[in-house]
């Protein structure tokens, strides 16, 4: 029996272990499984697969089976390896079965892990050089053992192209839905967002929540401010007047902001327009001067400046790609 079933999809194999996190999991199945066409039909096929196929513990008190081994690699288009409980005791080297696993996979897939699956990329030689992260409390261990691998342990993921890593659970989340985007654009992604109920965008940069306080239950929330701007994002947005809707200082607003989002508001608010008008230009043709006002970056020449720091394009080769996947 064929491991993929619809060859006509993009195949995604995760590849698991022992000691498997089921959440990370779980995160593959249902993300890249709620990706729909405009026409409703699926746009990848999910299988999980492991070196030797049969049970596979979990770090939870149950396990799963596992029916399909390295001959889904092979197949494959993206492969996601998520963390296991021998992350976090690593040897620097892989097992001979997970090793020959690896080898399977075929020339030019794209290659993706969740938190400390890194340690499976670093280990096969596939991160040597390349820009990756993993969950912070073990990158101080993971430059140790792989002091080859350009390590940031303060981003949520990392692309590199074909290659891409995740700092921790949620930010395979990130991770999983930047892929989406990247693949189908952001109305898919979007929607796929709103079916699992999580924010539809974070940028790879921003920081990961380390040794930050958690605000009191009694403190005020920023969402507000947010929700609002998001309606107003056409127009110039101060943060005295985001605070004012809080009933805050601008100082303690920004704060308070920094604490729950990760970055600043006016960082935030960057993304915000550049998440607009990547949408209005994969899902309009409105001009770029139009798309420019409607994003709040008032003229062309701003519009253009923020999309090639961000995304390293133009307006007119974004909306080239994205007309290309399309067709």
Known sequence: MAVFSFPDRHRV???????????????????????????????????????????????????????????????????????????????????????????????????????????VLAAAGLLDGRPATTHWRSADQFQLLYPQVKLDPDVLYTDDGDILTSAGVASGIDLCLHMIRSDHGTAVANAVARGTVVPPHREGGQAQYVHR???????????????????????????????????????????????????SPVQWLTQQRVERAR?????????????????????????????????GVSPSAYRSTFRLVRS
Not at 288 to 297: L, N, P, Q
Not at 300 to 306: D, G, P
């Open 13 to 119: 194999a995760v590849l698991v272990r022992h000691g498997l996190l089921p959440i990370e999991l779980g995160i593959v199945h249902r993300l890249f499984g709620q990706a729909r066409s405009a026409a409703g039909e699926p746009l990848y096929e999910v299988v999980t697969c492991s070196p030797t196929p049969g049970q596979v513990c979990t770090d939870a008190d149950f396990t799963i089976t596992v029916t399909h081994g390295p001959e889904a690699l092979a197949e494959a288009e993206t492969v996601v390896v998520p963390a296991a409980t021998a992350d976090y005791e690593p040897r620097g080297s892989l097992s001979p079965e997970l090793s020959t696993a690896l080898k399977t996979i075929r020339p030019g897939a794209r290659i993706a892990s969740i938190c400390t699956g890194a340690y």
């Open 279 to 311: 949408h209005l230009l994969e899902e309009t043709d409105l001009s770029v001067d139009r798309i420019a006002a409607d994003a709040g970056f008032g003229t062309a020449a701003s519009l253009r400046q923020h999309l090639q720091t961000a995304l």
């Open 213 to 263: 306080p958690v605000p009191e239950p009694q403190v005020s929330s920023t969402g507000t401010a947010r929700g609002w701007a998001l309606n107003h994002l056409h127009r110039p947005l101060t943060l005295l007047e985001l605070a004012k809707k809080e009933s805050m200082s601008v100082r303690t607003f920004t704060r308070r902001f920094r604490e729950e989002v990760g970055i």
